[in-house]
């Protein structure tokens, strides 16, 4: 009976275990399909905000599309603008080229000219130096020449020199006394300069009283009707002042007066008057 009992029960706990099984397996693919249900859910879920936020982002590429047509066609006109001013530019970046080109062969000229005046210089420059060194050589040697010569001038000077030293150490042992010879100089100079200026003050009424003679005046009588007579009088009146004046203010000798007063008494005389035609 145990043993029946033992064989009938082992295939039950097979049964059991086979059923349990397919169990476990049932629910587990239960719950593998529940998982993918909800992952397919949740897929189509996202999907569908993707496609929410796919149709948002074509409106705003549309917008943008609008938008950019609107931007093309003022960029175009905004790039007819710039080409236009491009072209100017251009035309104006030729033009300051061509300047620029005129000025730089300019410059080359003008570089050329400066090197040739440069050399030029130079040229005169070393001709000049060249002359420079010849000339302070000439005047170096003619410098030596004149060193020698006052040399022997400066010689014969110091010999000069001692001579006229000797002379006047012989002077002045004549005169003997070397204030009682400054003294007899001084009154010698003294002596000459009035003589001197006695003879000048002499030679100067010389002159004016032979101009006085020159006019041939006659002081008492008076032409009133000959100009020239006239003004000759008058000169000869003028003439015979200075003389009395210079002789009174340097002290000079009665023989001068007298012929200033012979003369000055025809004039205090009553005159007389005439009228003559010159």
């Not at 010999?159 to 006394?177: F, I, M, P, T, Y």
């Amino acid at each position: 009976m145990k043993q029946k009992q033992n064989r009938l029960s082992m295939p039950m706990n097979q049964a059991l275990i086979v059923a349990g099984t397919a169990v476990a397996i049932l629910l587990g693919l239960v719950g593998v399909t529940a998982w993918q249900y909800t992952e397919r859910h949740n897929d189509v879920a996202l999907l569908a905000t993707k496609n929410n936020i796919i149709t948002e982002q074509q409106a705003s590429i549309d917008s943008l599309k609008a938008n950019q047509q609107g931007d093309e066609q003022i960029m175009s006109t905004e790039y007819v603008t710039l080409e236009k001013m491009l072209l100017i530019q251009k035309q104006e970046l030729a033009a300051q080229q061509k300047v620029i080109d005129e000025l730089q062969l300019q410059s080359s000229y003008q570089s050329k000219q400066l090197k040739r005046k440069d050399k030029n210089i130079k040229d005169l420059r070393r001709s000049f130096q060249k002359e420079l060194e010849s000339s302070i050589a000439e005047q170096q040697q003619i410098l030596i020449a004149e060193q020698a010569g006052l040399a022997i001038i400066r010689n014969q000077l110091n010999l000069e020199s001692a001579r006229l030293q000797q002379q006047e150490a012989q002077v002045l042992a004549k005169v003997g006394d070397v204030a009682a010879w400054e003294k007899q100089k001084a009154e010698f100079e003294i002596r000459y300069a009035s003589e001197a200026q006695q003879a000048a003050h002499v030679t100067r009424v010389d002159d004016l009283m032979s101009q006085f003679d020159r006019l041939q005046v006659d002081l008492d009588v008076v032409n009133e009707c000959d100009k020239d007579y006239l003004y000759s009088y008058n000169e000869a009146k003028s003439i015979l002042n200075h003389i009395r004046t210079y002789i009174q203010t340097n002290e000079m000798d009665d023989d001068y007066f007298f012929y200033v007063i012979s003369n000055d008494s025809l004039i205090t005389a009553k005159n007389r008057k005439l009228c003559l035609n010159s």
